[in-house]
């Protein structure tokens, strides 16, 4: 039987999937970037990428003829929702 190595395409599109399925369940941050990515990049999880990093992911993006703003926009909408949790988590503290 022959295994066929998924696309580099294929790999973006599963890992779009799965931050679109972690976001909607709570919270993206924990959804890894995928390993061909780059070496930098590859294994570290969402969350804790930075605006240039996230980025660099764009630019992936776009090279696979995919949509680069998806990526950023994902990420933008993950650090709203961390930072009205952490407002909330604060304003629930006070006396």
């Not at 660099?56 to 776009?62: C, F, P």
């Not at 090279?63 to 604060?90: C, E, F, H, P, V």
Request: charged residues 35%; hydrophobic residues 40%; aromatic residues 6%.
């Amino acid at each position: 039987m022959d295994e066929r190595l998924p696309r580099p395409e294929e790999v973006w599109d599963r890992f779009i999937d799965a931050l679109d399925r972690a976001g909607q369940a709570g919270s993206a941050a924990g959804v890894q970037v995928p390993m061909f990515v780059t070496q930098a990049l590859g294994g570290k999880a969402f969350g804790d990428l930075s605006r240039d990093d996230v980025k660099q992911l764009s630019r992936v993006a776009s090279a696979m003829g995919r949509r680069s703003d998806t990526i950023l926009m994902m990420w933008d909408d993950m650090q709203r929702r961390t930072r009205a949790s952490l407002k909330r988590s604060r304003k629930d503290e006070r006396p």
